[in-house]
Nanobody, 119 residues
Framework: VQLQASGGGLVQPGGSLRLSCAAS????????MGWYRQAPGRQRELVAV???????DYADSVKGRFTISRDNAKNTVYLRMNSLKPEDTAVYYC??????????????WGQGTQVTVSS
């Protein structure tokens, strides 16, 4: 299973970006999909998660600004980021909890995409 993330870049404070992450490979179904981020010198932290049942949770720091969604037919998760702040600068990673055809559960990470918020 591979996760391919895209959509990062340089944006001014107050701007918007949309990240995408597509999963491919031996996938029977995907349970949870989420976004994490890691800024220099800091630990990786959860940004948002969405489960197959539609449960969604956000880090307090992004509530009201970021929106997570998924397209199950495309095995893809999105993160719409509005009102971006310099403190949102980080490498963003997607993560997926995949159930394979043997009904085993594995977690996979994408390669990371850089988001820089700066004027």
């Amino acid at each position: 299973v591979q996760l391919q993330a895209s959509g990062g870049g340089l944006v001014q404070p107050g701007g918007s970006l949309r990240l995408s992450c597509a999963a491919s490979g031996s996938i029977f179904s995907i349970n949870d999909m989420g976004w994490y981020r890691q800024a220099p010198g800091r630990q990786r932290e959860l940004v948002a998660v969405i489960t197959s049942s539609g449960y969604i949770d956000y880090a307090d720091s992004v509530k009201g600004r970021f929106t997570i969604s998924r397209d199950n037919a495309k095995n893809t998760v999105y993160l719409r980021m509005n009102s971006l702040k310099p403190e949102d600068t980080a490498v963003y990673y997607c993560k997926a909890g995949v159930i394979d055809y043997y009904r085993d559960y594995f977690s996979y990470w994408g390669q990371g995409t850089q988001v820089t918020v700066s004027s």
